[in-house]
């Protein structure tokens, strides 16, 4: 086991650099993806903000079924989200 210079413990014997100085394989960079990062709030956000400008779109040109389209878009990202958490897919799940 080898310490960088914040006497973090590395797991790794030696830290690649490439030509210009920057570290390759920092182990201390190495952690799960979590406040929100996962594939389960990237699909919720997309469906939301996807449903709310389909939304503001039909409600600006008066076409009141596309609003409701979009708001129907939107109210989906949340479950949606729900069901790929409980599939793993959220923050600190196995993303395999």
């Given amino acids: 086991m080898a310490?960088?210079?914040?006497?973090?413990?590395?797991d790794t014997d030696e830290i690649q650099v490439d030509e210009?100085?920057?570290?390759l394989n920092d182990p201390t960079h190495d952690a799960a993806p979590s406040?929100?990062?996962s594939p389960a709030a990237w699909?919720?956000?997309a469906l939301?903000?996807?449903?709310?400008?389909v939304a503001a779109i039909g409600s600006l040109a008066?076409?009141?079924i596309v609003m409701w389209v979009g708001i129907v878009?939107?109210?989906?990202g949340p479950i949606v989200g729900f069901v790929m958490?409980?599939?793993?897919?959220?923050?600190n799940g196995d993303y395999s």
């Fill in 85 to 91: 958490r409980l599939t793993g897919r959220g923050a």
């Fill in 3 to 10: 310490y960088s210079k914040d006497r973090v413990q590395v």
């Fill in 35 to 37: 406040q929100g990062n």
């Fill in 73 to 76: 878009i939107a109210a989906l």
């Fill in 43 to 45: 699909a919720l956000v």
């Fill in 48 to 53: 939301v903000l996807v449903g709310l400008l």
């Fill in 20 to 23: 210009y100085g920057r570290i």
């Fill in 62 to 64: 008066s076409w009141w």
